[in-house]
Nanobody, 115 residues
Framework: VQLQASGGGLVQAGGSLRLSCAAS????????MNWYRQAPGKQRELVAA???????DYADSVKGRFTISRDNTKNTVYLQMNSLKPEDTAVYYC??????????WGQGTQVTVSS
């Protein structure tokens, strides 16, 4: 599975961004699609996840502001980020889990929120 993430950038606090991550390769085996982020000096953390059945989960820090979705026809997962805060600044990574239990990571995309 290959992943191509896009959509990061610089935005003012209160603004919005939408991240996209397109999957290719053995896409028939994808079980879950996830977004992680890693801020400077901090550990990578799970931001949002969506299963093949559409169940969603979010980190407490983004609930009510971020929405994860997927388009199975395009094999793409999205992360709509609203009401962005400076503490959302991080490199965002998409990750997919396949049925066999392996994880695949995309390249990161930088999100910077200015105050």
């Amino acid at each position: 599975v290959q992943l191509q993430a896009s959509g990061g950038g610089l935005v003012q606090a209160g603004g919005s961004l939408r991240l996209s991550c397109a999957a290719s390769g053995s896409i028939f085996s994808i079980k879950a699609m996830n977004w992680y982020r890693q801020a400077p000096g901090k550990q990578r953390e799970l931001v949002a996840a969506i299963t093949s059945s559409g169940s969603r989960d979010y980190a407490d820090s983004v609930k009510g502001r971020f929405t994860i979705s997927r388009d199975n026809t395009k094999n793409t997962v999205y992360l709509q980020m609203n009401s962005l805060k400076p503490e959302d600044t991080a490199v965002y990574y998409c990750m997919v889990t396949v049925v066999a239990g392996y994880d695949y990571w995309g390249q990161g995309t930088q999100v910077t929120v200015s105050s």
